[in-house]
């Protein structure tokens, strides 16, 4: 169940990156650029922490690496958080 929860946080927040990076080819430098491209660093960092603990939890001793999971969903909260900000403000 912990494998299959990080292999379905993974594919999402992989299609998120993707349209982010459509968005951003899209816009010109400015500020929706500098946000979107925030988010999908939010995105990224959050997978690696919040994904690859939980794939990890599987391994025997690697145990506290599930103190990494509750990190990266923070980075993930926060950047589903900016890009539904940013799209709300009719800026996306």
Not at 7 to 16: G, R
Not at 54 to 67: A, E, I, M, S, Y
Request: hydrophobic letters at 55%; proline letters at 2%; glycine letters at 16%.
């Amino acid at each position: 169940a912990t494998w299959h929860t990080a292999v379905e946080y993974q594919a999402w927040h992989a299609l998120a990156l993707l349209i982010a990076g459509v968005l951003m080819a899209r816009e010109a430098a400015s500020a929706t650029r500098t946000a979107i491209r925030a988010a999908a660093w939010l995105f990224a960092i959050g997978s690696v922490l919040f994904s690859g603990s939980l794939d990890v939890l599987g391994f025997p001793g690697l145990r506290w690496v599930g103190g990494l999971t509750p990190w990266g969903a923070v980075h993930l909260r926060r950047g589903r958080g900016g890009a539904a900000g940013r799209g709300r403000d009719g800026a996306l």
